[in-house]
């Protein structure tokens, strides 16, 4: 067990739809990343945050947001869903944002698996 | 941007055997983590080694060490005495440090090495 939470585990929603996925990171850690798995795309870097910013993009959609709350928990939001979007969602932490303040290293989540249908 | 590559899409090796997974790596960057993770059939990543690109010295976990060619820009895994428990998609990860004068990114993974025990 990493110490990262996910919830929920699987999602079951149709095209067009709005969900929300949430996450909350290790405890101690400051930085939360948002990553998806598809057979098509491999893994790939959405979105992270540190200390409720954000910190950097990687390969995220218009469709899709995410936010860090005060108590350090993250929600990625994802609108008009597409068959496409059908994923593992999976959420990482980490103590430090690659600044040399803490270990950089992400610790993942057990995913949600979302299924558009 | 950086770029990530396994060249082996799936291996299979006795148990108790020694199996290398290769990767390379494509980076104009001087500091940065590289990191091996394995994802077995329940899906979760699991962290199986770290190394840091100035450290000359390979790091070292239990039965899983590294060779680190920072010139080749090469980090392949070695898992000696191999367990049925290690059966898993690995995947190997680049991630850029800040300090080095770029922004700050998540992970690069390569497209994963199916790796299969058998007994």
């Known amino acids: 067990d990493s110490g990262v939470t996910q919830t929920p585990k699987h999602l079951i929603t149709a095209t067009g739809q709005r969900v929300t996925l949430r996450c909350s990171p290790r405890?101690?850690?400051?930085?939360v990343y948002w990553y998806q798995q598809s057979l098509d795309q491999g893994l790939q870097f959405l979105i992270q945050?540190?200390?409720?910013?954000?910190?950097a993009k990687g390969n995220i959609l218009e469709r899709f947001s995410a936010q860090q709350f005060p108590d350090l928990h993250s929600e990625l939001n994802l609108s008009s869903l597409e068959l496409g979007d059908s994923a593992l969602y999976f959420c990482?932490?980490?103590?430090?944002?690659?600044?040399?303040?803490?270990?950089?290293?992400?610790?993942f989540g057990p995913g949600t698996r979302l299924t558009v249908l | 941007a950086q770029t990530v590559t396994q060249s082996q899409p799936e291996m299979s090796v006795q148990e108790a055997e020694t199996v290398t997974l290769s990767c390379t790596y494509d980076?104009?960057?001087?500091?940065?983590?590289l990191f091996w993770y394995k994802q077995p059939p329940s899906r979760q990543m699991i962290l199986v080694i770290r190394q840091e690109a100035y450290k000359q010295q390979n790091a070292t976990e239990n039965r899983f060490s590294v060779n680190f060619q920072k010139a080749a820009k090469s980090f392949s895994l070695k898992i000696s005495d191999s367990q049925l428990g290690d059966t898993a998609m690995y995947f190997c990860a680049f991630m850029k440090l800040l300090y080095s004068g770029g922004g700050a990114d998540g992970l690069t993974f390569g497209k994963g090495t199916h790796l299969i025990i058998q007994p």
């Open positions: 980076t104009s960057e001087n500091n940065y983590y």
């Open positions: 945050y540190y200390n409720g910013e954000e910190r």
């Open positions: 990482a932490s980490s103590e430090g944002d690659y600044r040399g303040r803490g270990t950089d290293t992400q610790y």
């Open positions: 405890s101690g850690d400051l930085s």
